[in-house]
């Protein structure tokens, strides 16, 4: 079977038209606007995929509906979880968060057909080239454009803003890229080949090695599934030696691997290796378009025999890994460990099994479920339970596992439902894996599944998106002909017109809450305290439900001098999410005597190993001092 003939490649150009501003603009503009991670940027995008899955919901009947349905219940228990959680503001924030990741995988299931399910996906991975190409500028042209900052080091993070999830977001291009360049038609499989050797680049840049493994998981997955899996394979090695030659390039590279030398010198070095990827995408886009579209011709036996060689190779790497690492033992001893002193050669991070300690993150998480065993302890309460009950001087927001963290803030129910949604489109794959492209989606969606057990890609909307998207491609691929021109009922279609109306009318809401609360700290930065306030008063009308529009407003009045409006601010905040340690500390900047030592008492048995409280409290025991002196008899 062709790819043409598993999966249509003549889709209707002026589809495509409606198919890009989704596949393309609104992911990759997310990925632009730091990966989409802050709440300024969920409304636009929901409302711009609420738009597009109104125009055209009711064309098809919805085949991926048990990932839809139990996404949309997921979002749902979101949000009736902010009714039980100790901070409500954070739990309507995360559910205005997953309302994206919710109208983008149903507007995808609506809008994009099987027959242009090809052009979709090619305009998928045009997307995320745009974004790696940009983020790699920021290392091989440092005199042009700067891509560092103090958090990251020398890992490569813009725009997306965080190094693992741009280097997952990466290695989802290029495991779709890789499927298409091998079985896609000839045109199709030149482009994609050439954005091999620049998602490679990217994912060693970031030196994710969670992104790097997931990558690995995922590819392996492909293999498996393919039922062209040696044309897969040939195609796959192929490719494989470009990115392997680009990849060692920069790794030979000081200055483009270790901080602290001069832009000169990075500049001189990533010139060069700039025009080296360059000439290799050309070289990956000629072999994938001249290498042959026909299965190789080997007997029954002789497939068996090779793809059994395979899996043995394979399973021998894995046990020789494993014996090097020591055993499983080993293997836990060295991820609980401390990552190793790097000098600034960050090459010395790729090979290092260490977890950055992940592991403390899981047991609180952990810790939170148990004594939250039946409904959780709500979304969003999460960073508030480890701040509380942390050993250690880390501060985090999120647990680094997804399903942990779901577990801990929205209980079983809550992480029942997301393991359905997210399974879903797995289900779909083994039954479809005879469409040439499933099984490469596949491997990205799996890459995707396993790097979330690491880290917080759910919270990147940019990431979670593009996966999941692979996801919903998956379903879309795997749709029966009856079912793809199956419709729905005026009736059925007319509520979910209504109901994704008023989605976005919430995201609307939202869109303008958060952006005033954007303003209101963009003039504090800036010190303009009047205009700080008036944002926040804005802010205050578009989400009374947030604590953090009288926090805004707090802080420009403790700007301006006016202590007594700040102290009320400040209880009107606390009064709405009084698990946050940062309001109540606020309010002991703001007040003295007994109100200010209750209220950073407060403060720090939400957070005992907080430094400011630490400093502030040394702060409020020196003038005490100062005060209780006896004055010297001269003075007197």
Sequence with gaps: MTSSEAIGTRGDWRAALTKLPLVV???????????????????????????????????????????????????????????WSPDQTASILQGQQVIVLLLGVAAF?????RDSLVTALIALVC???????????????????????????????????????????????????VGLAIHGPRIVRAVMAATVPVFALTVYFTYSRGSALALAIGLLVTFALDEQRLRWLHGSLALAIPAAVVVVAASSSKPLTRA??????????????????????????AFAAWAPERRLDLSSNQRVAVTATVWVVIAAALVFGLVVAGGPSGIKDKFVAAPPTTHGNLNKRLFSFSGSARTPLWKQAWHEYTAHPIVGGGAGSYESYYLEHRTRADKVKNAHNLYLETLAELGPLGLALLLVALLTPLYAAVRGRRYVFVPALAGAYVAFLVHMAVDWDWQVTAVALTGLFCGAAILVAARSE??????????????????????????????VGNMSLSQASTAAGKGDWSRSAKDAHRAHTWAPWSSDPYRALGEAQLGEGDTKSA???FNKAIAKSPSDWNLWFDLARATTGNAQRDALRHAKQLNPLSPEIAELQKEIDAEKVITVVPKSPAQK
Excluded: K
Excluded at 143 to 150: H, R, T
Excluded at 261 to 278: E, P
Excluded at 487 to 494: A, I
């Design 25 to 83: 603009l609104v992911p990759a503009a997310t990925a632009a606007a730091n990966g989409g991670y802050f709440a300024s940027s969920w409304g636009w995008t929901a409302i711009a995929l609420g738009w597009l899955l109104a125009l055209t919901i009711g064309s098809r009947n919805l085949l991926g509906r048990p990932m839809v349905g139990a996404l949309a219940l997921f979002v749902a228990w979101i949000w009736l979880s902010s009714f």
């Design 109 to 113: 299931m609506v809008v994009v057909e």
């Design 127 to 177: 997307g995320v080239a745009v974004i790696c190409v940009y983020a790699l500028s920021t290392r091989l042209f440092p005199d042009q454009l700067s891509g560092n900052d103090a958090i990251a080091g020398y890992r490569l993070t813009r725009p997306v803003g965080y190094w693992n999830a741009l280097g997952i977001y990466a290695a989802i291009g290029l495991a779709v890229a």
């Design 260 to 285: 602290g030398h001069t832009i000169a010198a990075a500049a001189h070095d990533g010139h060069r290796l700039a025009l080296l990827t360059l000439a290799l995408a050309l070289l990956a886009a």
């Design 482 to 511: 009856a079912g793809e021109q199956r419709g729905m009922s005026p009736r059925l279609r007319y509520a979910l017109i209504g109901a994704t109306l008023f989605v976005m009318v919430v995201a609307f809401v939202g869109l």
């Design 567 to 569: 102290i009320s601010s």
